[in-house]
């Protein structure tokens, strides 16, 4: 079954989908859609490392986000505003690993690959690191729910209960970091944040708690995978920017559908 | 045994020391307030009581498994965060539907579990916060201007509740209030804070003292008058009902 690449590409997207929409959520909730972008923006310094060292791209891309994430998580601590803070760690790490790239001399890769990821490519071992991936962030995210939950709605709430909020984003942070990592490849760092935030953002208009938002982004960024992989086949489009595409029309068709029920008759 | 015992208590930003040499305990059942002017360090007592800041010096000892029921200055919720008033109830705590239900009873909400937390009037919303600070039965109830927002018979409403909350249940309560008059009435003991403990004792022994009205000002006590006049008359009103 594994030997069709779209099966791959298929499981692959819905791995990645599955661990983004709980994750994706969080991220919604703490105004951290750019945290996202900066994140996935210094994988591609991660990428340049990984293949001076000849290293292969998952830990490299991983240590480098998860860096990223923790620098900034620091600075942003010290009074810095968060946004112009990330506009200048994003664009800084994407530059310098563009640039990093180019002195690569003797290897030719293909940095569009990796800007707009590959999911067509995935091998059985993309696979397993993908799933692997993904079922440690949904495990850590499960486990540690009522804390996240807490100190994303009130630190001082989650303190007096004995959770702790500084390790709480901590973990968010990981989680951000091999979400980035395990998800370069099905739909490259220029849209990573897209699949965090998109079917997250759709499945508010729907959801009354923030379990069944949860699940309903699962199910909207599994609905996008599957549908756009069958998409990007028949309308002959590149895969990744595909899925992206599916999950943004789920978004503005459920919003329409809300927008005409809110209308007074 | 006390619930709370800090001894000696520094808390410092940086360079920046908020509170100096602070002593405060709390045992059962107490109702105690802090009060104090805007920058005094009532929150940062608070914050370092619940574990949220770390002492500069000094030291903060809770009860061995200490229950404490928070209701903070302010919660505010995203509107991109779904959450029904039942969910919110069991935020930090295993609860049945039934026994949320009783809670907001209690606290003079009824008829809200499925409500959107984001639809909620300011008072519902302090009310949820109070009954939810409450669901697992704390031993100290930690209130960090919890009226803030509301109207003055909002507040009054509120602080009744509070009273009936002790009465009903035992349960220690800490509150920062900047209601002057409510301390008055409902506290055991009142802490003047700015930076360090100005004072403390019986609201009428705080309200008598020269570093509270150094702080304060005449216009307090003006009020303070006003309120005891109040209080006087409504005893009569009651006793003249019944008569």
Known sequence: MLDDFMTRATLAGIGVACAAAPLGCFVVWRRM????DATAHAAILGVALSLAFELS???????????MALVVTQLAGRGYAMDTL????????????LVAVSFLSGIRIDLMAYLFGDILAVSRTDLLVI??????VIGLITWRWSGLLASTLNEDLAHASGFDPRREQLILTLCLAITVAVAIKVVGVLLIAALLIIPAAAARVAARTPETM?????VIGTVSAVVGLRGAYVLDTPAGPT???????IFAALNLVRFRGHRPT | MTLINVRNLSVAYGANTVLRDVDLTVSPGEIVTIVGPNGSGKTSLLRAIIGATPPAQGSVDLKPQLKIGYVPQRLHIDQTLPITVERFMRLTDRASRNTCKDALDAAGVPDLLDRQMTQLSGGQFQRVLLARALIN??????????????????SAAFYRQIETVRAQTGCAILMISHDLHVVMSASDRVICLNGHVCCQGTPAFVASAPEYRALFGAGTGGALALYRHDHDQHHDHNRNAAE
């Open chain 1, 57 to 67: 791209i998952f830990p490299g891309v991983l240590a480098v986000a998860l860096i």
């Open chain 1, 131 to 136: 799933w692997g991936g993904a079922a440690l």
């Open chain 1, 214 to 218: 949860a699940a309903i982004a699962a």
């Open chain 2, 137 to 154: 039965s704390p031993d100290i109830l930690l209130l960090d201007e919890a009226t803030q927002g509301l109207d003055q018979p909002g």
């Open chain 1, 33 to 36: 859609a750019y945290f996202g």
């Open chain 1, 243 to 249: 899925i992206v595409c599916v999950a943004a029309i």
């Open chain 1, 86 to 97: 990330l506009g200048v760690m994003a664009h800084s790490a994407l530059a310098f690993g």
